[in-house]
């Protein structure tokens, strides 16, 4: 048998070179390469490809002067060449016909027109060929010549019969006959129609009006690569390309040959390519690539018809958790079942497609925005009900966001684009909730990537300080620690408060890096105010969530105290309920290794999240912080009141001492100083301020003034007064 043709694919996208090699690899050689450099040495090189599929549109050199220099060398100038581009002005067709190009495929591509295409042309080469080899041949060898003719006829795999010019089999090939499932001499003279389109057992024989092979003899016209469907002998069908030729001797009609092959098993392979690039394998749905198709013709009818086309984006809340917690094989199951539940609520003429990963669009015609808004309480309805794996419980929600044609764009990459704006700004607002697209937010979403981008750069090149609010004894007045507070010194904008830029750094990894960045400089200045002699104090660093899950937080902190040479009782590591309640298995290992290193751990803002005291119990902590928005109401409000008095009682009974944040006015802090509150922190005593100021303040030895006895007395007789000396309520 004869070598594969060989086929150059030249194409700078590596999926247009993966889809084109998977398409043409069942029955040709393929070759590839990324560029117009490396085509032309592809192509000079053994052995000489026989096609070459050449991509227009590429950097450096482009299909056009490719197709030159492959004119201009003799080893390549005869090899055919097709044009593969999304190019459609007729200039452009005619410039690369005129270069030498003998066909053009449309992007995107069709497997059935860039097989026949290919064929067509390889054929066209393989039949030069052939004829140049022929006439070569028959000057030596023609006396030999009907004995070959012969010989290839029962020999190649494509099933050849000849018919007299009414229609009777007088010559059928091996081939054939095994495709038909019978003998050669039991087909010889039989007629071909009859053999070909069995009858069916349920139906009658089939009519000839459609049949090649009597169209070919009624007619006298050649027939080139009609597709039909034969039957075996056994009933089943038989999916064939056949040409049927006329044989005419002096003009008259003799005859016919038809050659057939099977293409059943390309047709479904083509099939399953095209199911492959279009549908998603996990749930069947269309995929991206499909999804934007139907995007663009919900673009165009909606042009037409001048309706809203609605492009919902959903995305699951919190399933990254479900996944890394029970692995990809029950998200995969999770992911499933949405789907499923998707479509049962979405209409027929509705495109619901997996776009990637958990996220989901749905694609609709709509009448007004109320008719998309239902649509999405619908999508949000369906993921209501529990979701059960392997006997565990799910409550999912999504985000939806949703962009309407032609308000907020007017093609698919636009569209989509919006709609994942508004998704994310519905998930930045807690998830299972639906928001459609304004124009401000792709604004909003340029400021985000351009603060994110500064951070990185200001995280490199020392634009970040901190500053340190000093934490203050109740029983001394003295300073006894300092929270260092980070902020950025944007080159434009000035001095940034946390709030500005924690949370972008939060959502992405700057956090780690950020993170390390003050533990090192806090560590590093307290290290410098024990050496100068001052009082030592305890450096408080805020820990993120992130911290805790992306890392090991006890080695790096361990690494920092040895480099920066602090002792780890100078350091305090202030910690969020959110931090512990997240992974409790993981938060006990990174404690445990945490206080190997003598540090001290507080809780922050305690009481404002889930707070519990079997945490308390198991977890080693050393301290808990009264938030400042209780703080805030200590006078005047007797729910903050209670809650802070709650605070202080429990953290005396588990032996833990207890900060207050956000002391503002001197009644707060005769509240505290009343309540037996250790320690305090705040604009009363000082604001956070520059490392230099704080020396300053450690170096004069400033001290709060504690309250006098009667600045206490509007809290006599709810107090125990246990340092004052004076009585409380019995």
């Not at 009597?214 to 002998?233: M, P, Q, S, W």
């Not at 080695?555 to 969020?576: C, F, H, S, W």
């Amino acid at each position: 048998m004869a070598d594969k043709p060989t086929i150059l694919i030249v194409d700078d996208a590596p999926e247009n070179l993966s889809v084109l090699s998977g398409l043409l690899l069942p029955d040709y050689v393929v070759r590839v390469a990324n560029s117009g450099a490396r085509a032309l040495q592809v192509a000079a090189s053994a052995p000489i490809p026989d096609l070459i599929l050449l991509d227009v549109m590429m950097p450096g050199l482009d299909g056009y002067e490719v197709i030159k220099r492959l004119k201009a060398d003799p080893t390549t100038r005869d090899i055919p060449v097709i044009f593969v581009t999304a190019l459609s002005a007729n200039e452009d067709e005619y410039r690369g016909l005129a270069l030498g190009a003998v066909d053009y495929i449309g992007k995107p591509l069709k497997p059935a027109i860039v097989l026949a295409r290919v064929r067509t042309h390889l054929e066209l080469k393989q039949a030069r060929d052939r004829l140049r080899d022929e006439n070569a041949r028959l000057e030596a060898e023609v006396v030999r010549r009907s004995h070959q003719r012969e010989q290839i006829l029962l020999s190649v795999g494509e099933g050849i019969c000849g018919t007299d010019a009414h229609g009777h089999i007088v010559f059928i090939n091996p081939a054939a006959a095994a495709m038909l499932g019978d003998t050669r001499e039991a087909l010889i003279g039989r007629g071909a129609h009859a053999t070909f389109h069995l009858p069916r057992c349920d139906a009658g024989p089939e009519t000839s009006d459609a049949c090649p092979l009597c169209a070919c003899l009624c007619g006298g016209h050649a027939i080139h690569r009609r597709e039909d469907r034969f039957r075996h002998k056994d009933g089943s069908l038989l999916e064939v390309e056949l040409t049927c030729q006329p044989i005419l001797e002096d003009g008259a009609l003799i005859g016919a040959v038809t050659t057939f092959r099977d293409i059943g098993e390309r047709k479904r392979y083509i099939a399953e390519i095209e199911h492959k690039s279009n549908f998603d394998a996990l749930t069947g749905l269309p995929n991206r690539n499909l999804l934007t198709d139907r995007i663009a013709q919900g673009v165009a009818r909606c042009r037409e018809s001048g309706a809203l086309l609605a492009v919902v984006l959903i995305n699951l809340d919190r399933f990254k958790a479900v996944n890394d917690s029970l692995g990809h094989a029950a998200g995969d199951n999770l992911l499933q079942e949405v789907a499923r539940r998707f479509a049962a609520v979405t209409p027929g003429d509705v495109t619901l497609a997996r776009s990637e990963g958990d996220e989901f669009v749905v694609v609709a015609d709509s009448e007004d925005a109320e008719a998309v808004t239902r649509l999405g309480q619908e999508l949000l309805g369906a993921l209501s009900g529990p979701c059960r794996l392997d006997e565990r419980q799910f409550f999912l929600s999504a985000s939806l966001g949703m962009a309407l044609y032609p308000r907020d764009g007017a093609d698919s990459e636009t569209l989509l684009h919006n709609a994942g704006a508004a998704m994310t700004r519905a998930k930045h607002a807690g998830g299972n909730l639906m928001k459609f697209y304004a124009v401000e937010m792709n604004a909003r979403a340029l400021e985000r990537l351009d603060l994110e981008n500064g951070l990185r750069h200001a995280i490199e090149h020392d634009e970040l300080v901190l500053h340190y609010q000093p934490q203050v004894s109740l029983s001394t007045g003295a300073i006894i620690g300092a929270e260092a507070l980070v902020r950025w010194q944007h080159p434009q904008r000035g001095l940034l408060p946390p709030v500005d830029f924690i949370p972008i750094a939060e959502q992405s990894d700057l956090i780690l890096a950020l993170g390390e960045w003050v533990l090192r400089t806090a560590c590093a200045q307290n290290r410098v105010w024990r050496e100068s002699g001052l009082p030592p104090i305890t450096v408080g660093v805020n820990l993120s969530a992130r911290q805790f899950t992306s890392q090991d937080i006890a080695a790096m902190t361990g690494r920092v105290l040895r480099e920066t040479g602090l002792p780890g009782d100078a350091l305090e590591l202030e910690l969020t309920e959110t931090i512990l309640m997240a992974d409790t298995e993981a938060f006990t290992r990174a404690t445990e290794g945490l206080k190997a290193l003598s540090i001290s751990l507080s809780i922050d803002d305690f009481g404002t999240g889930f707070s519990s005291l079997a945490y308390l119990r198991r977890f080693s902590i050393d301290r808990l912080k009264i938030d400042q928005s209780f703080v805030r109401g200590l006078v005047e409000d007797a729910s903050s009141a209670a809650i802070a008095r709650a605070i202080i009682s429990l953290s005396h009974s588990l032996s833990l001492s207890v900060i207050a944040e956000g002391v503002e006015t001197r009644e707060q802090l005769a509240f505290l100083y009343a309540y037996d509150c250790d320690e305090m922190q705040g604009y009363l005593f000082s604001r956070p301020i520059p490392a230099e100021a704080f020396e300053g303040l450690l170096r004069e030895g400033r001290e709060l003034a504690l309250p006098e006895p009667e600045e206490t007395e509007p809290f006599r007789g709810e107090a125990t007064f246990g340092r004052l000396g004076l009585p409380g309520r019995q």
